[in-house]
């Protein structure tokens, strides 16, 4: 009887490892695969959350319909409702400060204008940006400065009425419109040679005459200087 022969097993050759390595990354594209499609197949059968009903936003007053016992439920929105005090309210110029139907001149937030601030800051009302003149309103009250004296030299309003004025450069200087009484500190125009630019505030309560004048440096001895006549 003969002795078995022992069994050799077949080399490794590098194709058979070629073969092996494609089949590995097969298989793991496979898994892959796989497990993308079921999370996508997951998220669509996901069951959507309920959708919560904001309630109405009140322009009649501030935010009167909105639930603030629900902080989920206030809509986002709700801060630009309408400020009560500014419906109705109009603008004489493009840039100028509102005026309410009470006859208030108010800032663009509703706060009423204090003619005694600094100009521009704070509640003053504010000088417009450049305007052409010629597009202004028949009705407005059009000051042109130059040459070393205002035109008209004078102009009228009422106690405590809402007063809009325009002032315009006829020269190649630039002009500072300021009052002289504290009380109107705030009531200031700065135009360059050639610019048009207005303002829009409540006249003093106290009737009487409030002298304006340049405040450029020497302009108000050449007898740049009126009057606004309070009745």
């Not at 407005?140 to 030299?153: C, H, M, Y």
Request: charged content about 20%; overall charge negative; proline content about 10%.
């Amino acid at each position: 009887m003969l002795p078995e022969s022992p069994q050799v097993s077949a080399p490794i050759t590098p194709t058979h490892k070629k073969k092996l390595f494609i089949l590995i990354g097969i298989l793991i594209i496979v898994i892959a695969i796989i497990a993308i499609f079921g999370s996508q197949l997951k998220m669509k059968t996901k069951t959507p959350e309920p959708v919560k009903t904001l309630p109405p936003i009140s322009t009649s007053g501030p935010d009167a319909s909105v639930d603030l016992s629900n902080p989920e439920l206030i809509p986002v929105t709700s801060t630009v409702a309408v400020i009560p005090i500014l419906e109705g309210a109009k603008v004489v110029v493009p840039g100028a400060n509102p005026i309410t139907v009470d006859n208030k001149v108010v800032t663009p937030e509703g706060n009423i204008t204090v003619n005694e601030e600094r100009p521009a800051e704070g509640n003053a009302p504010r000088q417009t940006g450049f305007l052409v003149k010629e597009d202004l309103p028949e009705t407005l009250i059009k000051l042109e400065v130059g040459n070393g004296d205002f035109t008209p030299l004078e102009f009228i309003t009422k106690a405590g009425a809402p007063t809009s004025f325009s002032l315009t450069s006829v020269d190649r200087i630039t002009h500072v419109f300021v009052f002289d009484d504290p009380i109107l500190s705030a009531v200031a125009i700065m135009v360059g040679p050639g610019q048009t630019k207005a303002i829009t505030f409540n006249a003093p309560e106290k009737r009487g005459v409030y002298t304006f004048r340049c405040d450029t440096s020497g302009h108000f001895e050449k007898g740049e200087t009126g009057k606004m006549i309070v009745n």
